[in-house]
């Protein structure tokens, strides 16, 4: 006999959990964000879950078909609250650096998560939703579409390196972050002029700028050089 197929709306528990909530998708999610806060990622488990929602463990997999589904989840969940609210200025270059910035807040706002997400594409809603966006931006702006498909690439792999490196810099231990950020004063700001010239030359520069994220920087310069890529078109065809 074939098994019956359970519909997956019949498999999701509809009865309180022990704290009186109703589980979804969403507060699995939400609580996976706090977990990772609270434990990092090494310490987000389905047990950990489980009893964050004061529910049995299993209970996730009527949700989610195991952690990696839960982290497309949470990656999704991310991305969608940089676009939440959104909306275009008019002005190309104006839209790109706002989405660009909301992005790499929005990882950072939770670090831990950003290390475990940045690198995954969810093909999810809110995910293809934000690179619909951001190729219509730029091919409304005049962009050829391979032009377009560069600069997209470039900008969205340049927001969520950049997110994944800041974040990386947040989730370290407040002990190992202090020490890091303050080489650039007791290390490279004592380096002798006669064997390090540019260093010693910039030291206090260095020590300004370096615990500092370069990403707007960066994504202005990126933004610069597609705008002179876009000018070179058009003067190439005027038409």
Same mark, same amino acid.
């Given at each position: 006999?074939?098994?019956?197929?359970?519909?997956?709306?019949? &498999? /999701?528990?509809? &009865?309180?959990? +022990?704290?009186?909530?109703?589980?979804?998708?969403?507060?699995? $999610?939400?609580?996976?964000? &706090?977990?990772?806060?609270?434990?990092?990622?090494?310490?987000?488990?389905?047990? /950990?879950?489980?009893?964050?929602?004061?529910?049995?463990?299993?209970?996730?997999?009527? #949700?989610?078909?195991?952690?990696?589904?839960?982290?497309?989840?949470?990656?999704?969940?991310?991305?969608?609250?940089?676009?939440?609210?959104?909306?275009?200025?008019?002005?190309? +270059?104006?839209?790109? +650096?706002?989405?660009?910035?909301?992005?790499?807040?929005? #990882?950072?706002?939770?670090?831990?998560?950003?290390?475990?997400?940045?690198? &995954?594409?969810?093909?999810?809603?809110?995910?293809?939703?934000?690179?619909?966006?951001?190729?219509?931006?730029? /091919?409304?702006?005049?962009?050829?579409?391979?032009?377009? $498909?560069?600069?997209?690439?470039?900008?969205?792999?340049?927001?969520?390196?950049?997110?994944?490196?800041?974040?990386?810099?947040?989730?370290?231990?407040?002990?190992?972050?202090?020490?890091?950020?303050?080489?650039?004063?007791?290390?490279?700001?004592?380096?002798?002029?006669?064997?390090?010239?540019?260093?010693?030359?910039?030291?206090?520069?260095?020590?300004?700028?370096?615990?500092?994220?370069? #990403?707007?920087?960066?994504?202005?310069?990126?933004?610069?050089?597609?705008?002179?890529?876009?000018?070179?078109?058009?003067?190439?065809?005027?038409?």
């Amino acid at each position: 006999m074939a098994k019956q197929v359970v519909p997956e709306d019949a &498999r /999701r528990r509809r &009865r309180p959990t +022990r704290q009186g909530t109703v589980l979804s998708e969403r507060l699995i $999610v939400e609580t996976a964000l &706090r977990v990772l806060r609270e434990h990092g990622a090494a310490g987000l488990t389905v047990r /950990r879950l489980g009893t964050a929602l004061g529910a049995d463990p299993s209970t996730l997999y009527r #949700y989610f078909d195991g952690m990696d589904a839960l982290t497309l989840a949470i990656g999704e969940e991310l991305i969608g609250r940089a676009l939440d609210g959104w909306t275009t200025c008019g002005d190309w +270059r104006g839209d790109l +650096r706002d989405i660009g910035l909301r992005i790499h807040g929005a #990882y950072l706002a939770h670090p831990q998560a950003a290390v475990l997400t940045t690198s &995954r594409v969810t093909g999810r809603p809110r995910e293809i939703a934000a690179d619909e966006t951001v190729l219509g931006i730029l /091919r409304t702006a005049g962009f050829p579409d391979p032009e377009a $498909v560069l600069i997209f690439h470039a900008f969205i792999d340049q927001s969520l390196a950049f997110a994944a490196l800041d974040a990386a810099a947040l989730a370290l231990t407040e002990t190992s972050r202090t020490l890091d950020e303050a080489q650039w004063e007791a290390t490279y700001a004592r380096l002798p002029a006669e064997s390090y010239p540019h260093i010693a030359a910039t030291a206090p520069l260095l020590a300004a700028r370096m615990n500092r994220s370069a #990403y707007p920087v960066a994504l202005d310069m990126l933004l610069a050089s597609a705008d002179g890529r876009l000018r070179t078109l058009r003067r190439a065809d005027p038409g």
